[in-house]
């Protein structure tokens, strides 16, 4: 049949008529059988031809009448469309095809997508829908990667520094790829939105990517590498929180950062600033007076580049609220820059204090207009004639520069309509008053809607000074010197003013005046890269330099103005605080700066602020509650709403919503939060590693709660811990004993094989290790090792009660557990053993139900021992003795704790409370504890239980709890060989004696004490797999004569890990394989370096302070070892062998 030769465009019918007589027009070519497609195949296909008659409907309205080139390009268009089913047909038939549009994820023969790690298996997926992008797209991220890629082959084994820097050329160009394409790839890669692809980061990542690809054995098609590439940038940390009402939310936040601060924090850090400037001016003052030509900065008595402080600490410690707080004492200039899409607008999700969003505008957007000059003259009614400005044409130096001048300026302005220095105050203060009120927001957002516009009118007018390209630049001076003296005379006064209003804060800090204190918070978000600006990105140079610059200049504006104020530059940042300003002194500003010394970073925030808000406990089972678990470690936990509260909480530890137990930063953080681990990068001939230690470091401050805790003097090495937080141990504990992968629920059965526990292990053991380096857990293996199990058998008895909602499950891991469970969970002991066990507890229950005495409602069967960790926390000094009242304290805030490495005795101890967890406290403060009465039988406690309601009868004051606190003490054995008998009943392992509880210190005799030493102490001999002697058997508990002093030492003692009966925990877990590796990870250093030390001249074989026997001064010759003939000879025995005795147990 042949077509009609007109084609009627009226209808849709016609026209549907029309394309099927041209398709029965094809001579039959066309085969009828129908090809067998899913239902998802057929939805993309109808998807696909929507998209592209829409896209044809739009050329069609906006081109009419068509050109000869309109048709042109339509013809090819409809080309590339052909092209594109073909290459989806052929993406659904596993097929591969050529061509610029998808290279689809070829069939791997001797392999199985099962056998990909998880981050490939998500980029085989991910690379299938690479299909969406443009075809634009599609050719730069292919040519651009195939390049680097390429090269990356070819100088693998290449170390020249040219060859290295076009490699770094060219991972730049693939990241400026992804930038203008970000927001298409985002639709793929939801993640692609938080990253930031201009950060050395995304450089160090994106090289990481690719030596992974090209060690792999795993071929893979290029959109497939490109996807696995994109994966592996640096995300920030996202927030599960989508609320509907973000007013209230908003307010929420405001209340939150109102209320009344505590802790000590901003006075430390304003006493940290004049000893900073303090010290700095002196040296530079001596520097002046051996050196005839100072430059600018020495003129000014200030011996560094400029007066800085970098506040870095991890998310949610109170770094915003400590500057706020500044601006009570001290003028305070405060911005806050938050990354958004341009159509955004601000989301109290996204972070609290709001972005100023017209700042982040500013330094974001590619072009700015102004009417022409001679507009002005235009007809009435017309269009003004604009001219434009490419910002990449413009400096960083200029942007920086006329944003401060436009900020100082504006703020100038204001203030000089304002009456007298405390209204000025005033307005400073209402400035920066986030309290959620929509006037406050206007004032604030009219204000820096004016700094933006003068900034704008300050880069057209000095805009050709900028393009001298003169270093250091000239802009600086015209953009700054006007600004900063006219902000100078309206905040001198200010300053004079809090002086006298704040005499006594003044006073205590030792001084007479405060600098003016200029705070960018979220500073990193400054760093925008203009991908135009390709000179300026690959010499690393940035706007948050250019800031440094600029107050560089203004300290030598300050030399050359004495009237002039100081500038103290304060930046803070959460998401990528660490990563960004911890930088080597090499590594900071230009090559003036590093004639300077560097400026140290502030890392001293608050913990446990608001614990002190928090009221008594009502009983000793409330230990469990929100309300308890998030008043301690940082102010953040507050200020969270309950019903998202543990989500949040998990995102910030996880830096996403679920745990990837396949990433080693984020397991080594999980494991970190519960088993006290503390990393410090070393220097050890290995650079790389060290860099990887680095990087891992600032990641886990950034994206995963870790505390940085000392910075170098140069920036060089710093130190992160994880100090006690409830919060962060069940956040971790919450994602280890959930299902695998993305936590939908909890396995409640034992020998489950979906507990996320093995994989975190598991990541742990084959790829954090090595990445921490041979140092990390030096000669402290068998001290983590048993750490681990004492978790292991702590969850296990938890896991069987974790049900319902992700509230609930928290909560019962918060639960305090029965001594008896878990001594279960650590050791299958025989009838023997387990009566001693029984007997020694129940001895000190009886003990504790005799001494509540008549005004306990207990029974006796209802007074338990029990313990209460999610997680340890390591003292730092030894301690000879320990409290009730600190047991009590570790207790009710669920740590376990790792003694002092040089602690003699023990590794670590378990507060033990031996009670009912139902029992009251007294609520009401008016009624006190009184002492005992002289009608109590001796040895009972008494609360004064005649002043009480009935309904208090019993009830004792919370202080009180401390006289039913014990401990079971725990030491670690890391040697082949197993432990010898003298050994294992040294007096030490007893622990720590027990000091009288606080509540009986003003008793003219102080009560006798629960325990003298622990309740139980267990030895964990992990190093060996031998048996005892006598039973066969490798576990064994008993109460024994220590061999020295004579102590009852009640005593569990556990040898090696293979046995099923040590530790049936790890099998409940599924987590045996795992540990045995790790200890067989560890090298044994006791086997060779017991022979590889000095001896200690006060400490040695024949001197020892704690032993009853005359000191044998100096080494005897060995009797072992050949002697010329007369010589008088000494045996072993003579002067105390090291070699263990015959263990005889």
Known sequence: MTPPVRLSLQDIDSIQQHLNDVIEAQDGSISNTPQDMSTNQKTELANAALYVTQAIRQVLSDTVPLQDAHKKAIHSFLDDVFEALDNQAARHDDTSSDGGSITPPSRRSAMTFNDLSPTRQQAAKASESFFQ???????????????????YIAAASETAASKQKRFERLILRFLDVVEEHQHALAQIFPDLTTVNPTTGECSSNVKDALKHLHKSEITSPDWEQIAYVLLRLPYRNEQPLRADNLGELESHFANQLRRNYRGDAPFRFLQFVLEVNRQRTEQALQAASRTSIPDDNTQSGFNAYLKMTSLVQSSGTGKTRLVLELGKVAPLLYTCLRRKAPDERPSVVDGYPLGDTRLYT?????????????????????????????????????????????????????????????????????????????????????????VVRAAEDLIWRYRPLDQRGSVPSDVFGPCLDSPALALSEQLQPVRQWLAQDKAETYRSLGTHELPVFVAVDECVELIIHNPARRREKESSNDQLESLRRAFNYLLGLESRHKKIVSFWLVLLSTSTGAATLIKPKELQGSTRALTKEVMPIFVGMGFDVLRSEQGPLRSPADVSTLEHVRSYGRPLWSSLHDNSFWEVAQAKLFGKRTVDEASSVVCYNVLASRLALRLVPVHDGDTALFGEQKTLGTQSIDRHMRMLEHVAEDSSSFSVNAPSEPVLAVAAALAMLSDSPQLPGISTGQNSTSLAYVKIMKTFTTQSLA??????????????????????ACDAVKLPLLQGNLANRASNISRPVEVGAFIHKLAQLDGTSQKAVTERVDTVCSLVHQRLGANSTANKEDVQAWLNFSHFDELPEVIADISPDYLWYCWKRGVAIQMAHKQPGVDGIIPVFVGQLSSKFVSDATQESQARSDGDAP????????????????????????RQMTF???????????????????????????????????????RSKLTKFGLLTVLADLGTEQAFQDTRLQTRAETITTRGKGHQLSRLWIRGL????????????????????????????????????????????????????????????????????????????????????????
């Open 133 to 151: 992008l443009k075809r634009e797209a599609r050719n730069d991220l292919t040519s651009t990667f195939s390049t680097m890629s390429s090269f």
């Open 362 to 450: 500013y330094f974001s957007r590619s072009k700015i207009s102004r009417p022409t000059p001679n507009s002005a003259s235009a007809t009435a009614g017309d269009a003004p004639v604009l001219d434009i400005l490419d910002l990449s044409t413009v400096s960083y130096d200029l942007q920086v520069a006329a944003f401060v001048g436009g900020w100082f300026q504006t703020l100038a302005t204001e203030l000089r309509f304002l009456s007298d220095a405390q209204a000025k105050h005033k307005y400073l203060q209402k400035l920066n008053d986030f309290d959620g009120a929509d006037s406050t927001a206007s004032t604030r957002s009219k204000f820096f809607m004016d």
């Open 771 to 792: 990445a921490l380096g041979p140092h990390f857990l030096k000669g402290t293996g068998g001290e983590f090792l048993t750490r681990c199990v004492m978790m292991a």
């Open 939 to 962: 040895g009972t406690w008494s609360s004064g239980a005649a002043r009480m309601t009935p309904f208090d009868a019993g009830a004792i004051h919370e202080c009180e709890a401390a």
């Open 968 to 1006: 079971i003490a725990w030491e670690s054995k890391f040697r082949k060989d197993a432990l010898g008998g003298e050994d294992a009943s040294k007096d030490a392992l007893t622990g720590p004696p027990l000091l009288p509880p606080a509540c009986d210190a003003s008793k003219g005799e102080p």
């Open 1058 to 1145: 293979s046995d099923v009966k040590a530790y049936p925990c790890l099998d409940d877990l599924e987590i045996r394989e795992q540990l045995l590796a790790l200890r067989d990870g560890f090298a044994d250093i006791r086997v060779y370096e017991q022979y590889n030390l000095n001896p200690h001249p006060l400490w040695n074989a024949g001197a020892k302070p704690d032993e009853m026997k005359p000191v044998v001064e100096g080494p005897s010759l060995l009797s072992s070892w050949p002697s010329p003939p007369g010589s008088s000879v000494i045996s072993l025995e003579q002067v105390g062998s090291h070699a263990e005795p015959m263990d005889q147990s």
